[in-house]
């Protein structure tokens, strides 16, 4: 046989040649095995964590100073409860994706998001499975316009909108229950439509009783009598604010014990004499509940 020439043969370890120098090489030309492949990833997986728990080790023990032999971890816990969230993820993701396929199928083979949209609901409203319970947390504007309102409702609606942020401030500052200020408000100024509202801003119908007013003070008005006089305020405001000051101050300050109780308020400020109208505690109470100012307490 001349030098150059190479003999081979087969072996257990593979395709095996004998090199010019006398020695024996072998070369594997199995088929490639996914499973081979898979358990080559594992190992080298295996080793690059090996190499970073290592690292670890050695930055915890430069940071803390602790050895960390020193410590005892539970390993059987962590990986019980490691194999617990990877089936639980695990069982999750399945069956997320058999409803998927489910309703892919039950539609006709088209994709889902594609479903949605073809598909146009019958009614603007979103049902709920808690029957509603949401709209219970809903807020609801009961001083908006709606069609239905005729012209004195849109009057008395705009009143409030003008004036439920300063019956609210005046509320906190002195105590007075909003819905009867905004209540007191409406009855006597007509929904800012009366002329002593218009031309006095007096929004409360307050009097003046003194004999040495001075010029602009007050102005006469029919009410009980030709000879009334009502006061002259400047601003709305100012009408608002000469209102909390003379209930808290006078002989009205007894009624701050009933707190937000606006029926109490009203039966009160009609007991002690605040208009002379009969009913005048019951059209409080009936514009309070007509128009839902107790939303503003």
Not at 61 to 67: F, I
Not at 115 to 132: F, H, I, L, Q, R
Not at 221 to 237: A, E, I, T, V
């Amino acid at each position: 046989m001349r030098t150059y020439q190479q003999k081979s043969f087969d072996s257990d370890y593979g395709h095996a040649r004998y090199s010019s120098d006398g020695g024996i090489t072998y070369s594997n030309h199995q088929p490639f095995s996914p499973g081979a492949a898979a358990v080559w990833v594992l190992r080298r997986l295996a080793l690059v964590i090996e190499r970073l728990f290592v690292i670890g080790k050695y930055q915890f023990y430069k940071k803390t100073a602790v050895a960390p032999s020193a410590m005892r971890v539970p390993v059987a816990k962590v990986a019980i409860l490691g194999a617990f969230a990877f089936f639980v993820f695990r069982k999750d993701a399945s069956l997320e994706m058999g409803m998927g396929a489910r309703q892919r199928a039950d539609m006709g083979g088209r994709p889902v998001a594609e479903t949605v949209a073809y598909e146009e609901p019958k009614s603007n409203k979103k049902m709920s499975p808690w029957g509603g319970l949401a709209s219970i947390f809903e807020s609801k504007d009961y001083f908006a316009d709606e069609p239905g309102d005729d012209a004195e409702i849109k009057r008395t609606k705009e009143y409030i909108r003008r004036f439920k942020d300063l019956a609210v401030e005046e509320s906190a500052r002195y105590g007075i229950p909003a819905s009867i200020k905004m209540a007191q408000g409406i009855l006597e100024t007509n929904a800012g439509s009366s002329q002593l509202s218009k031309k006095n801003n007096n929004h409360f119908g307050v009097k003046c009783f003194s004999r040495t007013c001075k010029k602009g003070h007050c102005s006469n008005f029919g009410d009980d009598s030709h000879k009334d006089f009502f006061r002259k305020y400047g601003s709305p405001w100012e009408s608002w604010r000469a209102h909390s000051k003379m209930i808290v101050s006078g002989k009205y300050k007894s009624l701050l014990k009933y707190g937000d109780d606006y029926e109490a308020w009203a039966k009160g400020l009609k007991k002690l004499g605040y208009a002379t109208a009969g009913h005048y505690d019951k059209t409080l109470i009936e514009l309070i509940e007509k128009y839902h100012l107790d939303e503003l307490d």
